[in-house]
Each structure stands twice: as C-alpha cells, then as structure tokens.
C-alpha cells in the first residue's frame, strides 16, 4: 500500500464523519507523512497498521461491524413485521401445494382416461369380433369404434408415461433448485 | 509497558510534550516525543490531539516549511493551566505510589 492509497481509503472511511472532521484528519495524517520523510513512509504505514485501524481511532465502525448491526436490524424488522409476511408466506406455500396437486390430478386423470379408453377399446375389439358372426356390418363397426378408442387410450398412456419419466422429474427439479437458490443466497447474505 | 495510560494521563503527557516549544509543534515530532516516553502506537495521538484542540488546550497554526505547509500545534493559556493542574496532580498521585513502595 503507497501513502496515497492509504490516505484515500482513509477518506472514504470517513465518510460518515463531519466534512471539518474528516479534512483535519487526512491534514493530520498528510502532514505526517511529509514529516517523515519518503524514506520512511512504508515504516509509517506498518506503523499505523491500516486505514480501518487509524479510522476506528476516531470513533468509526468499521464496515463488518456496520454491517453486523444492518443483520440486527434486518431481523428485527423481520420479527415485527411477521404477521403481514406470514401471509405471504403461507400464500406462497399454499401455491405450491396446490400447484404440485394439480400436477398430480392431472396426471392421474390422464392416466386413468388412458386406461379406461384402452380397455374399453380392447373389449369393443373383443366383442367386435364376436358380433361378426351375428352382423358382420355392426361387428365391423364396433371393432371400428373399438380400434379408435384403444388408439386415444394408448395416446393419452404415452402421454403418462412421457409426463412421468420427462416432465415430472423435471418441474421437481427446478422447484428444488429454486428452493435451494433462495436458502444459498440467504446463507450467502448472512456471511457477509 | 506494565502499566496502562489513561487518557487523562495521555492528555497530560501531549500537553506537556507540547509546552516544550515555545513556537509549537507539529504532529509527527509530538509523537516522536511521546514515543520516547510511552509505548504507542501512531495512530494513538491524532485523536488525543483533536480533542485537546476541540477543548481549547491547544490551538492550531499552519506555517510553511520546505515549501508546504506544517500545522503546528501550541498551548493555549487554558491548555497551560490544565497542564499545571495535570502536574500537581500528577505530583500528589505519583508521591503517593512511591511511599508506598518505599
């Protein structure tokens, strides 16, 4: 560190204080390192330490206390403030459920319908084939009606199996991440 | 060192350093001085300095030096009475330790 990045750094962590304050200060600290000389100045500054120490030395906080006290009064507001974010909260929670249950319903009223309309499909199919001794024209066209059927029913099953092994997974994934992102930033935040 | 300085003891020793001169002095010579008798560190005096100026025990002049400026520090008359004050104190405190260790 050179006299000149001290002397900034110093300045900026005086921010806070009153603007006389903050000039007498880096007069102060300027002068003396006029005073002792170029020869001396990486001695001076060892010898101060750092701007933060030399800054704390009149009465400021450093940033890491600063910042500590914003965590206090985060979670204070938090703590306050529960009845109305509680809501939210819940609200939120409540999305999801039933987001994840419709999901579900849906999948299920697929698969159900699938299967229904397959089997209902295979046993046209069946009594077709048996109604063709009696009436070959209406045997013909149960077996139609009952092909038609087994196809929409073996569609939709597709479409099951394709939600189950792709789609499910999938939106259980990225609710998790999203989850996980929320919990790392907030870790992330507390560390600071 | 053993035995700790507390501000009061610190004002008294800064305003004594600075009495040595009749012209004044300036901040790094100050700690220069106070550094021969106390162990601290550089960054000890500046606000000890401050406040003794705030209080009006030391007034502040700037005077050019090697072609830039040299704030100098001087006692004021309430500084020099606080100084006087500080040393019959400083008197009556430190007979009092040395008769008990005699």
Known sequence: MTRG??????????????????????????????????????KVIQELGSPEKVAKTMGVKSDTAKK????????????????????????????????????????????????????????CLVVGVFRMVVSPLEGLATMGVGALLAAAGLLLLLLF?????????ELFRSIVNAVRNVRHRNEGGNQI | MTFNTGAALLDAIVLAVVSKEEQGTYGYKITQDV????????????????????????????????????????????????????????????SKI?????
């Open chain 1, 68 to 123: 500590k006290t914003h965590w206090i009064i985060i979670i204070l507001i938090a703590v306050l403030t529960f009845p109305l974010w509680v809501g939210i909260v819940a609200g939120l929670f409540g999305g999801l459920v039933a987001l994840l249950a419709g999901v579900f319903g849906v999948t299920v009223g697929i698969f159900g319908s699938g299967a229904g309309l397959s089997i209902g499909g295979i046993v």
């Open chain 2, 35 to 94: 550094r021969q008798v106390l162990d601290i560190s550089e960054s000890t005096l500046y606000p000890v300095l401050r406040r003794l100026q705030k209080d009006e025990c030391l007034e502040v002049y700037d005077m050019e030096y090697a072609g830039r400026n040299r704030r100098y520090y001087k006692l004021t008359e309430k500084g020099a009475a606080q100084l006087k004050l500080y040393e019959i104190e400083w008197k009556r405190y430190s």
């Open chain 1, 161 to 169: 199996a394709w939600l189950v092994i792709r789609w499910i997974p």
């Open chain 1, 5 to 42: 990045e001290f002397l900034r750094e110093l300045e900026y962590l005086l921010k806070d204080i009153p603007e006389s304050d903050r000039a007498d200060a880096i007069a102060y600290y300027n002068n003396y390192f006029d005073e002792a000389g170029i020869e001396n100045e990486q």
């Open chain 2, 98 to 102: 040395s008769e008990l260790f005699k």
